[in-house]
C-alpha cells in the first residue's frame, strides 16, 4: 500500500475496439454513398430514358405517308411531355433512311444504327451533354419500303438536379446513419469492456491479504488472464506464508545456538584464571552479543520488510504499548544506572501493526539505551498532537550534523558507534515502519547535548 | 421624359448598316436615349411597336440615364431570321411569337440570367421571360353591331355568321398564318384547344375572310369599316390604339380565350450582358407589378381586373412541335384546305 507501482500502458482496448468500429463503419458508410448514388444515377437515367422513349414512339406513330409522301402530325404531347421543373432542352431529328426529313440537322444517327430497335446513348450536342434516343418504323405504302427514323435528345439539367438532391439525401442519411454507429459503438466498446473493469474493481477493493482466488464468472475471453492471476496470486500466498515461517523459523534456529554459545562461554569464562584467555572469552562474548543482535535486527528487518508491504491496520493505543516496551526494558537500562522517564498522554491511538510500531520503539529506546552514559536518563514523550508521536531524549553524544540521512540507511552506523554492539538496522527499520504508517522519523540533537529522536504517525 | 428622348428616324439604306442584307426586314427604327452622353447603347430587336412600347422603355432608362437603346422593329418570323443570322447583333429580343422565342431558347441563342425572381410559369430555363399577359380576342366595329347580337363565343360568332352571310361577306379579319408568326401561334392554339375553330375557319373561308399579316392594318380597316369582325387580334393592340377607340370594341370568347405572353431574353453573344440584364430585372420586376398598367399600355402579368393567368399558353417545349416542317406543312394544308377556298 505504499506506492502504486507504474504500470506500462500501450493503447486501449476500449479506444481500439471504438476505432476499429467506427473506421468499418466509415468505410461502410462511404461505400454506401456511392452504391445509393449509382443506383440512383441508373434508376434516374432509366426515367429519362422512359419518357424520351415514349415522345419518340409517339412521334413514329403520328406519321402517315400521304400521296406518296411522308406526312407526320406530331402530337403536341410529343414535346410538352419532356417539359420537365428544370425546363431542359429537346432537339430531334426525323429521317427517311438517310434523309433529313425535320428537325435538328446536326443530331445525327450513330453510325452502327441498323435501323431496327430503339437504342439509347449519352453524347454532346450543341457543347451540351445530352440523352439521345433513336427508334424506327418501316413505311409502307411508298414505292420502296422506307425506314422512319426519329431521335429525340434532351439536356439533362433535371436529371442532374435530381441526383444532387438524392446525393445530398443520400449524405444526410448516411451521416445519420454513422452518427448513430458511433454512439452504438462506443456504447458496445465500454459494454465490452465492462467484464474487466469489473475484474479490476474487486481485486483493487481486496484486502492487503486477501490473496483468494477470483470465483466470480467471467467472459470466456477472460478466463486465461483471471486463471493466471488466480495462479499468481496462490504463489505469492505460498510465498509470503513460505517467508514468514522461514523468518520465525530462522529467529528461533539462529538465537538459541547463539544464546548456547554466549552461555558457554561466560561459564567458561568463570573459569578461567589466564588473563589472556580471559580476554579472548569476552571478546568471544561481545562477538556473540554482536551477531545475536544483528541476527536478530536482520530478522526483524525482513520480518517489516514482509509485513509492510501488505500492512495490518488495527487500532493501536500508543500510550500502553510504550508502557508495556519500558517495563520490559527496565531491567537492562537498571543495569547501567539508566533511568527511564515515561511521560505518555492518556489516550493516543493510530491505526496500524503493533508488532511493527512496538519493534520500531524498541529498536529506539535500545538505541538510546546503548548510547546513554552510565548514570544518565532517557526521557519518552508520548504525543497526540499535532500528530500522535513517540520522543526520546537521550543524554549520549547526539548525532554527527553531516550523518543525519545518512543513518536511516541499511547497514549504516555512525562514527561514534566504536565500540558499542550494532547492526546499522535500528533507525532503518523504525523508519521502514514509520513510512509504512505513512509517517516520519525525524533525527536531532538536543541543544544540551543528547540524541532527539522524533518517531511520528 | 419625353424631352429627354432623342427621336430619330434613320433610313434604313444608310451606310454602315447597308452590308447587313436583311435589313430592310426591319419596319421601324428609333433611338431612345437617358441622357446627353450615353455610353452604352442597347439594341433590341422587336414585334412590339415603338410607340406601345415607348413608355416602358421611358421608365428604364429614367433611372439609367448612362444607356441609350436603340429599338429596332420588325415581324415576328422576321425577328427569328435576323436573329439567327447574326445574333451577336442584338442585345434583347422582344417578340409576341413564345413559340419561336422559345425555339431560340432551346437553340442556345439565350444568355440564362442567374438569381433573377421570376415565376415558374412565366419562364423559361431563366432565359425567356414572360412581361405580358395579352388575351387574343374578337374586335369589332361597333356601328355594325348596333342591331345585331354581339357573339360571345366562337359557336355564337358561327351561328351569327350563317344567319347574316350577306352582311359578312368579304368583311371578315383574321391573321394569314403563314406570314404571321403570332397568328400562326394562335391558330395551333385555337386548333390544340377545340374543333370550333376548324369549323370556324371554314366559315370564314365560305364568307371570302380577308387575311392579314398584321394587327396594324386589322385595326385601321375595322375602323374604316373597311371589315367589321377582326379574330385572333390582341386587345392590348386595340386598347393602344386611342384614334379608333371610339369606332371599335371586342369581346374576349367565353368559351376558351388564348392568352400570349409576350417575351423577352438577352441574346447569348450580347457584348452588353450587363445592362441587358439590368433591363430584364425592370421588365420583369415591372411585370409583376398590377400598377404597371397605369404607366404602359402593356397588360402586366398581374392584374387586378383579369385573370388570365390559367388560360396563358405554356412556356414549354410542346410550343416547338407546330414550328417543326412536316407538322407545319401538315397544318398550313389544313388552314389553306379550311380558308381558300
Known sequence: MTDTSVTNISGSLRRRLAITLIVGICIFAVLLFFIIRLYAAQIAQQSQDS????????????????DGQVAMDIPYSSFSMLATPQDDRIFYAIYQDDQLLSGYESLTLPETYNNTGTVFRSIDFMDTPVRQVIASRTLSGLTTPAALIVTVAQTQDNLSVTLRDIAKNAAMIVLGFFLLAVVFSAWASSTTIAPLNRLTQSVTRRGPKDLRPVTRPVPAEMAPLVSSLNHLMQRLDDSLNQSEQFITEAAHRVRTPIATVRSHAEITLQRVDKEENRQALKAMIRATDETSRAAGQLLDHAMISLRASQLNSEPIDLS????????SLTPVADLKDIEIRLDAAPDVRIHGDSILVQNAVRNLIDNALKYSPTEST???????????????????????????????????????????????????????VAKAHSGSLRITNNHNGGACVTLSF | MRNLIILVFILLHQPGIAADQKLELLEEKQLFSGSENTKTTLRMLSSTDTDVFAPTIDIFLKDNPSLSIEYLVASSTDIDTLFRQSPGNYDVVISSAMDLQLKLVNDGFAYSIPNIQHPDWAQWRRSLFGFTLEPAGIIFNKEYFENIEIPQSRQQMIRVLREHPELFHGKLATYDVRLSGLGYLFATQDARDSETYWRLMEVFGNLDTRLYCCSGEMIDDLASGKVVIAYNVLTSYAKA???????????????????????????????????????????????????????????????????????????????????????????????????IQ
Not at chain 2, 301 to 314: K, T, W
Open chain 1, 51 to 66: 419518357i424520351l422513349s415514349a415522345s419518340v414512339t409517339s412521334m413514329l406513330d403520328a406519321a402517315k405517308v400521304r
Open chain 1, 320 to 327: 500502553e504499548l510504550i508502557q508495556e516496551l519500558v517495563r
Open chain 1, 378 to 432: 532517557i526521557n519518552i514523550q508520548v504525543r497526540a498532537n499535532p500528530k500522535p508521536s513517540i520522543v526520546i531524549n537521550d543524554q549520549g553524544d547526539g548525532f554527527f550534523h553531516d550523518e543525519k540521512d545518512k543513518l536511516t540507511d541499511r547497514f549504516s552506523r555512525g562514527r561514534n558507534s566504536t565500540g558499542t554492539i550494532g547492526s546499522g538496522l535500528g533507525l532503518t527499520i523504525a523508519n521502514d
Open chain 2, 241 to 339: 390604339r386611342l384614334d379608333v377607340f371610339d369606332s371599335i370594341d371586342w369581346i374576349l370568347p367565353n368559351d376558351y380565350t388564348n392568352v400570349m405572353m409576350r417575351t423577352a431574353m438577352v441574346s447569348a453573344d450580347s457584348k452588353k450582358i450587363k445592362a441587358a440584364t439590368a433591363f430584364m430585372r425592370y421588365l420583369t420586376t415591372q411585370a409583376m407589378q398590377t400598377t404597371a398598367s397605369d404607366k404602359t399600355p402593356l397588360p402586366p402579368l398581374q392584374s387586378e381586373s383579369s385573370d388570365f393567368q390559367n388560360s396563358v399558353i405554356p412556356l414549354d417545349p410542346g410550343l416547338m412541335i407546330f414550328l417543326d416542317q412536316l407538322k407545319r406543312r401538315t397544318f398550313i394544308n389544313a388552314w389553306e384546305n379550311a380558308v
